[in-house]
């Protein structure tokens, strides 16, 4: 699975737009194409709202002849993460995964726990209230890939209030076998994942719980 950071480069204020896609091959055993070349319509985590996410999805409607994103999934409903749904929504038909129903174009209202069967993976969708009450972790198990939206994963003391059912969901996070988060901000966590959140849940339990 390729994985591409739409917000890239950006000169404002926004939330990752990741693009999940199947990368393709010419025959068995060769190298894998250009970033530019896909076998199938992608997934979307977040839109984030930098209107210059539309030109390259645009452009990669142009390179590949096929529609960029089928799925969106929206880790949150905060401006940040989702301002681009409507844009995305009017120029093609895309089916949109949320915990919330309170914002327009949701056509999926989810609980946490469903599984989504998209560009050949399977991504789990899990319920993490903490940042925000809609908040969700997405987790593909065949890449071993976390988008962890703005769920705060990396705790390095044991001096904040945290709430139980945010505990009890990290306790969920704890168990995956992760090789990277990929986060609604900043770059993505590459290495020792599984010791990060083991240490994190160790700080969170020290912590105060309400």
């Known amino acids: 699975m390729l994985v591409r950071n739409l917000s890239t480069g950006s000169d404002i204020y926004t939330a990752n737009a990741y693009l999940c896609t199947n990368t393709t091959r010419k025959q068995a055993g060769e190298e894998l194409k250009e970033d530019s070349e896909y076998d199938a319509c992608g997934l979307l985590i977040d839109t984030g709202c930098d209107p210059r996410i539309m030109t390259i999805l645009k452009t990669i409607a142009s390179e590949t002849g096929r529609q960029p994103a089928c799925t969106i999934i929206l880790t949150h409903t905060h401006y940040?993460?989702?301002?681009?749904?409507?844009?995305?929504?009017?120029?093609?038909?895309?089916?949109?995964?949320?915990?919330?129903?309170?914002?327009?174009?949701?056509?999926?209202?989810?609980q946490g726990g469903e599984e989504i069967?998209?560009?050949?993976?399977?991504?789990?969708?899990?319920?993490?209230?903490?940042?925000?009450?809609?908040s969700l972790c997405i987790y593909c198990p065949e890449e071993e890939i976390l988008f962890s939206g703005d769920t705060p994963l990396v705790i390095w003391g044991t001096e904040g209030t945290y709430e139980f059912p945010f505990v009890r969901a990290?306790?969920?996070?704890?168990?995956?076998?992760?090789?990277?988060?990929?986060?609604?901000?900043?770059?993505?966590?590459?290495?020792?994942?599984?010791?990060?959140?083991?240490?994190?849940?160790?700080?969170?339990?020290?912590s105060r719980l309400i």
């Open 80 to 110: 940040d993460h989702a301002r681009m749904l409507s844009e995305v929504q009017t120029t093609w038909q895309v089916s949109t995964y949320a915990y919330s129903a309170y914002l327009d174009g949701i056509d999926h209202v989810v």
């Open 117 to 134: 069967s998209c560009i050949r993976h399977t991504f789990e969708l899990i319920h993490v209230p903490g940042h925000s009450t809609d």
């Open 170 to 206: 990290f306790e969920t996070l704890v168990r995956l076998k992760i090789a990277t988060i990929y986060p609604g901000h900043g770059s993505p966590i590459t290495g020792d994942c599984n010791r990060i959140l083991d240490q994190s849940l160790r700080n969170l339990r020290k």
